[in-house]
């Protein structure tokens, strides 16, 4: 079955730097896009980067684009998301989700605190 690992959050004091790793397993992973996700407490969750299945084409939102960088190693089933010059306002659960078919499928999610 189709699961996705996320790892790599944690407490992180402003302008600092973090590395999120989603490792997936059960689906031929370099054939699809993935991206990462947040959600903040009381707020929507959102996208913040997605990558298509080559890497050879990104997507940001605005609020992170020049501060963070999602790549992929298609030979290790990885995604990674580079987070650097972190605000207080990127603290939020950050997941990974791919579409398979006509399924999304989520990580289980790791927490990104931005605290000094």
């Known amino acids: 079955q189709v699961q996705l690992v996320e790892s790599g959050g944690g407490l992180v004091q402003p302008g600092g730097s973090v590395r999120l790793s989603c490792i997936a397993s059960?689906?031929?992973?370099?054939?699809?896009?993935m991206g990462w996700y947040r959600q903040a407490p009381g707020k929507e969750r959102e996208l913040v980067a997605d990558?298509?299945?080559?890497?050879?084409?990104?997507n940001y939102v605005d609020s992170v684009k020049g501060r963070f960088t999602i790549s992929r190693d298609n030979a290790k089933n990885t995604v990674f998301l580079q987070m650097n010059s972190l605000k207080p306002e990127d603290t939020a659960v950050y997941y990974c989700?791919?579409?398979?078919?006509?399924?999304?499928?989520w990580g289980q999610g790791t927490q990104v605190t931005v605290s000094s």
């Open positions: 059960g689906f031929t992973f370099s054939i699809y896009a």
């Open positions: 990558i298509s299945r080559s890497g050879g084409s990104t």
């Open positions: 989700k791919s579409t398979v078919g006509a399924f999304d499928y």
